[in-house]
């Protein structure tokens, strides 16, 4: 297979692994990261002293808002895919620091969009969030659910992204894929991520915040189960159908190439019991802070993913024992720590 794929935010959690995924599959991979300071910048040369091994992967370090070079690039490669996982994330550092998600996630992808445009593509994939359902109520999360309702900028960058893909699928024929993923978790993940900073936390006796006193809900998504879902999704361009009608057909799809699905476990789990499953793991007990709601936060996501598994046969199965022993089993390894 010669078919060559950007994979933008190649040095990020997602990035690494669904990289390391397509390298295998003998893909030849353009991957590019800012190779920003957001999290500690030693997990992500980690993860690019990894892939620079594969012979058939290039990276390049470039900011999704440097336009000139990301038009250099698809001019130099004309790519057949790009999966865009690029943009700033976190939740309540958007709170903090909105700019900077105006930046990645919003004009970063605007370039995406239009490379694509002057130099066409098979099929763009790219990163949404579960954090478009905000505040819904109605659960499990459907892309049949109205999701106009964001609690953070971060959530509203992440439907622009969507709508903005739409436009371009519409007006240029690019056939567009977005991936609401679920809290995705597992080795070499994001130091800014609960689990994360929980097991740092535990093991050093500081007390863990535990927000909305544990009564909270996360779909939480082993990283192996997400990257397999992008990487069977790729060949699945989607399709206009000219016959499209918003009242009776499904709204995750168009009368444009344009499709979204939730990739998530489709199975809850109470915070309580995810960190009694890492205390297990880790073999220590959590010094428990309990705290109320954050600003932005919201109190359960539960995806349903039966689009998913009708279209690639496939969805998220892995229990958190399951996951959570292999990020342990990393981290263990990885800081030199025992556990």
């Not at 593509?121 to 659960?139: E, F, Q, T």
Request: aromatic share 14%; with cysteine; proline share 4%.
């Amino acid at each position: 297979m010669n078919n060559k794929i950007l994979v933008t935010g190649a040095s990020g959690f997602i990035g690494y692994h669904l990289c390391k995924l397509l390298l295998k599959k003998n893909y030849e991979v353009v991957g590019i990261d800012s190779m920003n300071e957001y999290y500690d910048i030693s997990l992500k040369e980690g993860r690019l002293e990894i892939l620079q091994k594969y012979d058939s992967y290039t990276f390049y370090k470039m900011d999704l808002k440097d336009k000139e070079s990301i038009d250099n690039l698809f001019e130099k490669y004309r790519f057949d895919y790009v999966i865009n996982l690029a943009a700033q994330a976190g939740v309540r550092y958007s709170i903090e620091n909105p700019y900077a998600y105006v930046d990645s996630n919003l004009i970063g992808f605007m370039n995406i969009l239009e490379a694509c445009r002057n130099y066409p593509v098979k099929h763009l994939l790219y990163a949404s969030s579960s954090s478009v359902y905000g505040g819904n109520k109605v659960a499990p999360f459907s892309t049949e659910h109205q999701v106009d309702h964001p609690v953070s900028l971060y959530a509203a960058t992440k439907k622009s992204n969507e709508l903005m893909a739409h436009t371009y699928s519409h007006l240029y024929k690019i056939p567009t894929t977005g991936l609401r993923f679920f809290t995705v978790y597992g080795p070499w993940g994001r130091p800014d991520m609960a689990y994360f900073s929980f097991t740092e936390n535990i093991l050093n006796d500081k007390p863990i915040k535990v927000f909305n006193h544990g009564k909270m809900e996360r779909d939480f998504t082993y990283i192996d189960d997400i990257v397999e879902g992008i990487y069977k999704l790729l060949p699945l361009a989607p399709k206009s159908n000219q016959d499209w009608d918003e009242t009776i057909d499904k709204q995750s799809e168009s009368f444009a190439p344009y499709k979204v699905y939730n990739i998530g476990n489709n199975q809850p789990v109470q915070l309580e019991k995810f960190i009694s499953v890492l205390e297990d793991k880790i073999g220590k007990k959590a010094i428990k802070n309990y705290m109320e709601m954050q600003p932005g936060d919201v109190v359960r996501t539960y995806a349903d993913t039966s689009d998913l598994e009708k279209a690639i046969g496939f969805k998220p199965s892995t229990s958190i024992e399951e996951g959570l022993e292999k990020f342990a089993t990393w981290y263990k390894e990885f800081y030199n720590v025992e556990i």
